[in-house]
């Protein structure tokens, strides 16, 4: 029996029901706040990932409980891996990006980590045989250019935004890209039936999140352990301040970038979090003091006119669609969408 196109592939349970689209920029803008709170805490590198899943977990766990109890079914044996495999690259991605926020500044530090927005289309091209829809090419060197402004990088010698060390900064927000960038596959790649034809609905949202935090927690633990990296100063408000990290990006934020997953091409998902960059200079304005320039400023203008330009442009069907039947086997669509992302509308 045909799913009515407006629930097709809604998980049971915690799935909101808003558009992908809406859900992917929602997620971004909570997520937005982790570069401010993860400075506001002040803590270490390893703490500071510890801290936001650790905090994170029990939450998670009672939303996978509640999930399944609203007839959710139960994660199988390739997501819950996969989950835990991307847990790995959150944990890395965090304490690379403390790194980075150290030497660059909260906004460049943020700047430089979201180039994932060009490296996740080229691994889902490469590795999924995702075609990447023509909007995004078009948007991308608008994005880029956005995010050159807003990171400072047109304001000449002496930015407050370039921080104590701008090149080993620069090195640690590529990093953070790349290692960002394999976290968003992975994960999404977990959200994914591995048959698309197999009937049935999607695998839990809540779940799938809980198992990724759980192997995020366990990771992030070790180079704490192994480095001892251990430094929180005092308890309060640091561990409040963390708290308040795991709830906004670790839950919420990734909750709804996560139910978006499976109704996106990973270059779109990319597309959106670019407003999280865009978000963090508006944060960092109000909370840290932080005065960003009129290039600057111009640069979240321009950022949030690619995502504008990535999400609504339309293109030939076939370009859209991901372009081999490997991908189409992995990445399992809602039937209104198998032209795209724009197609039910339209982490």
């Not at 609203?70 to 997501?79: E, F, H, K, V």
């Amino acid at each position: 029996m045909p799913v009515p196109s407006g629930q097709a592939g809604r998980p049971p349970g915690l799935t909101p029901p808003i558009p992908p689209v809406a859900a992917a920029t929602a997620g971004a803008v909570c997520i937005s706040s982790s570069a401010v709170l993860m400075k506001l805490a002040g803590t270490s590198p390893s703490i500071t990932a510890l801290g936001r899943c650790a905090f994170a977990l029990p939450l998670l766990g009672v939303l996978a409980w509640a999930e399944r109890r609203r007839g959710a079914p139960r994660l199988p044996s390739r997501s819950r891996w996969l989950a835990r495999l991307a847990g790995l690259f959150l944990a890395g991605d965090l304490i690379v990006w403390s790194h980075a926020i150290a030497a660059i500044g909260a906004g460049l530090g943020t700047v430089v980590g979201n180039l994932q927005v060009l490296i996740l289309p080229l691994l889902a091209w490469l590795f999924l045989g995702e075609r990447p829809r023509r909007s995004l090419v078009m948007a991308s060197p608008v994005m880029l250019a956005g995010l050159v402004l807003v990171g400072g990088l047109a304001d000449g010698g002496g930015s407050r935004a370039y921080g104590s060390d701008p090149g080993l900064g620069v090195l640690y927000g590529v990093a953070v890209a790349v290692i960002y960038a394999i976290y968003i596959l992975t994960l999404r790649q977990a959200t994914s039936p591995q048959d698309a034809r197999a009937p049935g609905p999607r695998p839990a949202v809540a779940a799938v999140l809980f198992e990724a935090t759980a192997g995020a927690t366990v990771a992030s633990a070790v180079p704490g352990l192994v480095l001892n990296d251990y430094r929180l100063g005092p308890a309060w408000p640091a561990l409040g301040w963390l708290a308040l990290l795991a709830l906004t990006s670790q839950v919420i934020g990734w909750l709804l970038i996560t139910v978006s997953m499976p109704r996106l091409q990973a270059g779109m998902i990319g597309a959106l979090l670019l407003v999280q960059p865009a978000g963090s200079v508006a944060l960092s304005y109000a909370f840290l003091g932080e005065r960003p320039s009129v290039l600057q400023l111009a640069g979240v203008v321009l950022v949030l006119a690619g995502v504008v330009v990535a999400v609504s442009g339309a293109g030939p069907a076939g370009s859209e669609a991901p372009s081999s039947r490997r991908s189409t086997r992995i990445i399992r669509q809602a039937p209104a969408a198998s032209t795209g992302v724009s197609a039910p509308k339209s982490p």
